[in-house]
């Protein structure tokens, strides 16, 4: 705001290009906080899959995340 109201009352041209400079770049780099934040407050989302599994009498079923190794993750 205060950056607005000096570009309001500038006397001469060289202090409205310095004004409008500083309140460009004060105004972008509030947008690109605001988007920052935004997007680190919705990082958290989450994913359920639902599969059908079958397994036969016997068997054995693994519950939990298994990467491409073979190796669990619980």
Known sequence: ???????NHVQNLPQQDAAER???KTART????????????????QVVRVERVTVADG?????GAVNG???SKS
């Open 30 to 45: 509030y947008a690109a906080q605001m988007d920052t934040l935004k997007r680190y407050r919705s990082e958290g989302k």
């Open 1 to 7: 705001m205060m950056l607005a109201r000096q570009l």
């Open 59 to 63: 068997g054995q079923a693994i519950v």
């Open 69 to 71: 190794r073979g190796v």
């Open 22 to 24: 500083a309140l460009n």
